[in-house]
């Protein structure tokens, strides 16, 4: 069974940092895009960052601005968002969800198939 | 970016009836190299994380039932709840997964009259 579990979110100042965490299990954790996905109390989803398959390449949000930082480790099967700089309207229940990729349609990333629970992230004085 | 809307952004309907949602892209999301429709749809029920009901505009993902029915092409699409129940309350969110970043629309929540 495939399981992602979130963990890390606290609460933090404005300005602040926080690392959260993301425990896979039940696939092939090296054969995925890792992302965060992230949905303020009460409002939408937001994609924030996703991360390839052997770590090499990353992307963002626009309104990450060089404050977030999405790695992984495939050997334990995880993935990290360090947050950096955290403002309160980043104040959100934070997902980590996988993408696979479809080989027969020119290896294009595929939906966001499986999420964990989610991890929430307070950021206020 | 692409930009999502939905319409409308609630609606109640009788146990049994019929559930109609509207999702409009800014741009087409149909990959002319493979003639498919780059959209997803996702069920969110209070307190869980999404759930993937729908790829391709209209492929039901494993173990949904198929009362859930996707259509549409280009620019609109529409998710179908064909027999409302009980469990299918639920906010109901399209996306977009052609270009970076991957898009979400607002969300339409479905409850029961």
């Known amino acids: 069974e495939v399981q992602l579990v979130d963990s890390g979110g606290d609460l933090v100042r404005p300005g602040g940092s926080l690392r959260l965490s993301c425990a896979a299990s039940?696939?092939?954790?090296?054969?995925?895009?890792m992302n965060w996905v992230r949905q303020p109390p009460g409002k939408g989803l937001e994609w924030v960052a996703s991360i390839n398959q052997d770590g090499s390449e990353a992307v963002y949000g626009d309104f990450v601005k060089g404050r977030f930082t999405i790695s992984r480790d495939n050997a334990r099967n995880s993935v990290h968002l360090q947050m950096n700089g955290l403002r309160v309207d980043d104040t959100a229940v934070f997902f980590c969800?996988?993408?696979?990729?479809?080989?027969?349609?020119?290896?294009?990333?595929?939906?966001?198939?499986?999420w964990g629970q989610g991890t929430l992230v307070t950021v206020s004085s | 970016d692409i930009v999502m809307t939905q319409s409308p952004d609630s609606l109640a309907v009788s146990l049994g009836e019929r559930a109609t949602i509207n999702c409009k892209s800014s741009?087409?999301?149909?990959?002319?190299?493979?003639?498919?429709?780059?959209l997803a749809w996702y069920q969110q029920k209070p307190g869980q994380p999404p759930k993937l009901l729908i790829s391709?505009?209209?492929t039901r993902e494993s173990g949904v039932p198929d009362r859930f029915i996707g259509s549409g092409s280009g620019t609109d699409f529409t998710l179908t709840v064909t027999t409302l129940q009980a469990e299918d309350v639920a906010v109901y969110y399209c996306?977009?997964?052609?270009?970076?970043?991957?898009?979400f629309g607002p969300g339409t929540k479905v409850d029961i009259k």
């Open positions: 741009q087409s999301v149909l990959y002319s190299s493979n003639n498919m429709d780059y």
């Open positions: 391709w505009a209209s």
């Open positions: 969800a996988r993408r696979g990729l479809d080989p027969s349609r020119d290896w294009t990333l595929l939906p966001f198939d499986s």
């Open positions: 996306q977009q997964y052609l270009i970076t970043p991957p898009t």
């Open positions: 039940g696939f092939t954790f090296s054969n995925y895009w």
